[in-house]
């Protein structure tokens, strides 16, 4: 089966950084994906990590441990517009491209 | 990425009822899903729509329930049969990207209420 935990809410200031954590149990790995999902609106690709370290894409960097089951997302120089779910995302094997997703976690950025 | 649409885009409907809910994308894509996701709370794969085959269906979820049509690579259907309060929802389609990392690209989602 499948276990992914990350927390439920997490509020932080404008230009400030936030970390999500999140961690995982899965029946086997072939990645782990972060979303972006705005209130109504369907989720939207952010990262993907399938070896260890740190991957970095303008504000928005991931990080992965395999033998940790440990992943983060750090968001810097919050903006407003990222108050958003942040979901979290395994992908346990390389043959079906499913994905198992975490509840997410709700960020709200305060000015 | 793909461009994906679904119709309806939201829709109430009596209990016992059934809907159709239609996802098209503008390429041919291999790999179609299925999501709901139930208010407040995260996403959960029904199914994967297979094309030329029956679609496979996840733990909890049946084809009488929810049956899925394929009938090529850019075109797929989610009926939600015999409905209930029970399934109000988001349902969501989603297609694999073909880079390298074959992340997933969703549809804009199908808000049903069910009374």
């Known amino acids: 089966g499948q276990n992914i935990d990350q927390p439920t809410e997490m509020t932080a200031t404008e230009g400030a950084i936030v970390q999500i954590n999140c961690t995982y149990q899965?029946?086997?790995?072939?990645?782990l994906f972060w979303y972006q999902q705005h209130a109504g609106e369907a989720p939207t690709f952010l990262s993907y990590n399938v070896l260890d370290g740190l991957e970095e894409k303008g504000r928005f960097s991931s990080f992965l441990s395999r033998s940790k089951g440990y992943s983060y997302l750090l968001l810097k120089e919050l903006q407003m517009k990222d108050s958003a779910s942040y979901l979290c995302a395994v992908r346990g094997s390389s043959n079906d491209y499913k994905l198992s997703f975490g509840a997410g976690t709700t960020v709200t950025v305060r000015a | 990425s793909a461009v994906i649409s679904q119709k309806p885009s939201r829709d109430i409907c009596q209990r016992g009822t059934s809907l159709t809910i239609q996802c098209q994308v503008d390429s041919q894509v291999t790999m179609m899903f299925w999501y709901r996701q139930q208010p407040g709370q995260s996403l959960t794969l029904i199914a994967t729509?297979?094309?030329?085959?029956?679609?496979?269906?996840e733990s909890g979820f049946v084809i009488d329930k929810f049956p899925i049509s394929r009938p090529n690579l850019t075109f797929s259907t989610l009926t939600v049969s015999n409905m209930s309060p029970e399934d109000s929802s988001i349902y969501l389609c989603?297609?694999?990207?073909?880079?390298?990392?074959?992340?997933?690209?969703f549809g804009p989602g199908t808000r049903l209420t069910v009374t």
């Open positions: 899965t029946s086997g790995f072939n990645g």
């Open positions: 729509a297979n094309q030329g085959s029956e679609a496979t269906y």
């Open positions: 989603s297609v694999s990207g073909t880079g390298a990392t074959y992340e997933q690209y």
